[in-house]
C-alpha cells in the first residue's frame, strides 16, 4: 500500500515508514507530502533529480512530483504527513509563486539549525496526533493549520536566509530557464514542439535553446523529451492501459511513433519496458 495517498475520505495522512513502496518504481503524486528523515539514508529520484537523505533531512512533494527510491540503508525511516492537493491550495494561496517554484526545486534540505530541528520534528509530531484522533470533528480543519503553519514557517526562513536572485534566479536567462522547467513539467504530456515553450515565455526557439545550453548543457528539447519519457515510464508501470490508449493520452499520431520514440529514448520498446518493471 502506498503510505503517501490520500483520498477523498481521508484527505491527509501521517504516520512512519521506510518507504520501500517506493523501491525501483516511479511513482507520480497525485497530493503532497512533507518527509522527514529520521534514521538511516537513502537515495531519492525526485523528477529527474537526485537526492542523497540523512537525518535531519526535510522533504517536500508537491502534488505532481515523480518520485522514485533508488536505495536505503535497512534502517531508513521517515516520518510523513501527506496532504491532498486542495490542501495545499488553501494552505498556499497567500504564498508568492517563486517560493513554491523555489520549494520544488529545493526539495530536499537537511537542517543544522536545533531550533528548526524542533520546529518540523514538532509539526510532524501534531500531524500524526491529529490523524491518530479519528473522532476528533475538527481534524481536517487542524490538519489543514498544521500545514499552513509549515508552509508559513518555511516562506518565513526563505525569504530570511535567501536573496532575491536566489529565489527568482540571478538574471533573466536564470528566470526563463526555471520558468521553461516549470512549463515542461505542466506541459510536456501535450506538448512536445520548443516553439509553443518559446511562445509561452515570449522568446525565440534559438534564445530558448541557447539558455538551455547555457543552464544545463543540454538542448531545450532534450529537456522535454526526459520529462515525456518519465511520465510515459509512469504510466507504463502503474496502469494497465494499453500501448494505442497510451499513446492517445500523450497525443502521439499512432501506437507505432509511440514505440518508436519511446525506444528511441529508452532503449527499449514499452511493451519491454513494461514487462521489466512488471
Known sequence: ???LLTTKAETFRAGEDNL???RNRLIKLTNGAL???TKGEADFSIDLEEYHIVPNTNVMLLPGSILSLKSATRDFRVHYFAYSGEMIKVACFRLDPAFMHFMKENACYTH???EAIRAITGLIGASAAVYGDKENRFQESIAQNLLQ????DTYDKVQRYFTKEQLEGSNRKGQLFKKFI???HTHCTSQRDVAFYAEQLCISTRYLSAITREAGNIS???IIDEFLTLEIK???QSTNLSLKEIADRYNFPDQSFFGRYFKKHTGMSPKEYRMTRA
Not at 149 to 152: E, G, K, S, T
Open 1 to 3: 500500500m502506498n503510505p
Open 112 to 114: 543544522t539549525d536545533p
Open 220 to 222: 531545450a528539447k532534450e
Open 234 to 236: 509512469v504510466t507504463l
Open 182 to 184: 516549470h512549463l515542461v
Open 20 to 22: 520501500d513502496f517506493y
Open 149 to 152: 503553519i509549515f508552509f508559513l
Open 35 to 37: 518527509l522527514y528523515c
